[in-house]
């Protein structure tokens, strides 16, 4: 399969706990987006690197949250000390930047649900 | 206000008949718009890219008015495999481009 994975795809962590995603983009992909959707509501935007540059991240991104593309390849988003209302899917997505950056893929999500 | 607001349905149609989706977006500048599609408990999924003079593909349209800051989409003879979330998105300027600005999503069953 050469579309973006992530994993894990569920995550039951209880309250305060640290929890760990990682998303592997479309290999030639050189944008990886990070989404948040939580029960009917659309994804909403977390943050954006281009290669290994974290080029935009949004103010729902609070201080508990930090997203890393070490080499421009994966990227592992990290919420420390979680909280219930961190529960949410979320969403990775690639895109070839350049011309098509709104041309996104995106991987099948990690359902986090923090008790 | 939201920056894309959606009706969210949900929407209930029998098999064959046309459905119409609007959505509004607040920032006129806005360039690129989209219409993706989610199914229940799915990653979202681009339906069709929305450019100034309207255009179709297969049995969905999508027009987009500029002046009403408005984009819709039609969808003909509705199939059930049609059953879905339909999510309006417009790509945000600045800083390169690429993020997406999404709808809340209308739902869409289509009944046999």
């Known amino acids: 399969d050469t579309g973006v994975s992530q994993d894990p795809r569920h995550k039951i962590t209880k309250r305060g706990q640290n929890v760990t995603f990682r998303c592997d983009p479309i290999?030639?992909?050189?944008?990886l987006y990070w989404y948040r959707q939580t029960l009917g509501q659309g994804p909403e935007f977390l943050t954006y690197?281009?290669?290994?540059?974290?080029?935009?991240k949004s103010r729902l991104l609070s201080d508990r949250f930090s997203a890393e593309r070490p080499k421009g390849s994966f990227s592992t988003l990290e919420i420390q000390r979680t909280e219930q209302g961190d529960s949410a899917m979320y969403l990775c997505?690639?895109?070839?930047?350049?011309?098509?950056?709104?041309?996104?893929?995106f991987g099948p999500g990690t359902r986090l649900t923090v008790t | 206000r939201k920056e894309v607001e959606q009706d969210p349905g949900p929407f209930n149609v029998p098999e064959g008949a046309t459905v119409a989706f609007n959505c509004t977006y607040s920032?006129?500048?806005?360039?690129?718009f989209f219409w993706y599609r989610q199914d229940c408990r799915k990653e979202p999924k681009l339906l069709m890219s929305?450019?100034?003079s309207g255009n179709e593909d297969g049995r969905f349209t999508a027009q987009l008015n500029r002046a009403s800051q408005y984009i819709s989409l039609l969808i003909r003879d509705s199939k059930l495999s049609d059953s879905a979330t339909y999510l309006c998105?417009?790509?945000?300027?600045?800083?390169?481009?690429?993020?997406?600005?999404f709808g809340q999503g209308t739902e869409l069953s289509v009944k046999p």
């Open positions: 997505a690639s895109s070839l930047g350049g011309r098509s950056p709104y041309e996104q893929y």
């Open positions: 290999s030639e992909h050189n944008r």
């Open positions: 690197f281009q290669n290994e540059a974290q080029l935009e």
């Open positions: 920032n006129s500048a806005s360039q690129s």
């Open positions: 929305v450019y100034s």
């Open positions: 998105v417009v790509g945000a300027l600045g800083n390169q481009g690429g993020k997406l600005i």
